[in-house]
């Protein structure tokens, strides 16, 4: 699956590159991306209706099943102000960059609105290029530490585009708490990047 | 919103109609879907207006930008899973 990922990112950067994107198959494809996203949502759905008793378990979680959004938000901050640090951006702009956690068509445009077209740009970069990296760390982070830590590299995109890789590494149970964390970072995103932007 | 809608039509497609024979099927039609949602984000990335000038100029940010806050986030997450969750999976484990 990972080598298919790669060859699939690297074809469709070709592609795009070659000038090939406005042609029949690859039009197709990227028009549709919304309605290839909800033939994925719909046959994971599938995957987690066919796994018996899975609403009881995630029942037993109670509270705790905030610790992974609350940690990823935690996390993603302060890598942003480490990256910040880093490359000398300012820290609310760089705070505000990492708040996207993977959404990037709302963290470029809306960071682009507030700090420019340049910062608009590495936040939609950084957070497209983070939505990528959590393809290929799923498989890493399931064997090497445990199925729950692989929603944290996915963040906002755990509900959704990521799912799949999800399924396929880890089980049905990650999987719904994968969502219920996609939901809460995704519900976070627009405002901590207008918080971090006016208060850090 | 409307993907989530999308997903619980899925769970009561799989809880009541599908057949679970299908399962194989429908695990192939999964990794379709994703190879193909990666191959758009590709074109996106590559169709992008001088990509090559804004990765050399912006990419090492944005690879910080990216890393960094992936990196921390797992950072956090591994020890507080081990502390609040993995306890729960552990106990039901050994009570099995």
């Not at chain 1, 109670?62 to 890598?79: D, K, M, Q």
């Not at chain 2, 507080?80 to 484990?93: E, G």
């Amino acid at each position: 699956m990972v080598y298919l990922a790669a060859a699939a990112l690297a074809g469709g950067i070709l592609c795009g590159m070659a000038g090939l994107d406005e042609t029949f198959p690859v039009r197709a494809i990227t028009y549709g991306r919304d309605y290839i996203l909800y033939v994925l949502m719909f046959l994971v759905g599938i995957s987690i209706g066919l796994h018996r008793g899975i609403i009881g378990k995630i029942k037993e979680y109670h509270v705790r099943i905030f610790v992974i959004p609350a940690g990823i938000i935690a996390g993603s901050l302060a890598g942003g102000i480490i990256s910040g640090l880093i490359t000398g951006l300012p820290m609310n702009q760089s705070t505000a960059v990492a708040a996207g956690m993977g959404w990037y068509s709302l963290t470029g445009a809306a960071v682009g609105n507030l700090a420019g077209a340049q910062a608009g740009s590495v936040a939609f970069l950084s957070n497209l290029l983070r939505e990528i990296f959590s393809f290929f760390s799923i498989p890493f982070i399931s064997k090497k530490l445990n199925y729950y830590t692989c929603i944290a590299p996915a963040g906002a995109t755990s509900e959704d585009t990521t799912l799949p890789m999800m399924i396929r590494y880890t089980d049905e149970e990650n999987v719904v708490l994968s969502v219920f964390n996609g939901v809460i970072c995704s519900a976070a995103v627009p405002f901590l990047i207008s918080f971090c932007y006016n208060f850090f | 919103m409307d993907v989530i809608i999308v997903m619980c039509l899925g769970v009561l497609a799989g809880k009541f109609f599908f057949p679970e024979k299908w399962k194989r099927i429908n695990e192939i039609l999964q990794t379709v879907c994703t190879v193909l949602l990666i191959f758009s984000m590709g074109v996106m990335l590559g169709s992008r207006e001088n990509f090559i000038g804004e990765i050399s100029e912006l990419g090492m940010r944005s690879v910080l930008f990216f890393l960094i806050p992936s990196v921390t986030s797992v950072i956090i997450v591994y020890p507080l899973t081990r502390i609040f969750l993995d306890k729960k999976s552990q106990k039901k484990r050994e009570g099995e």
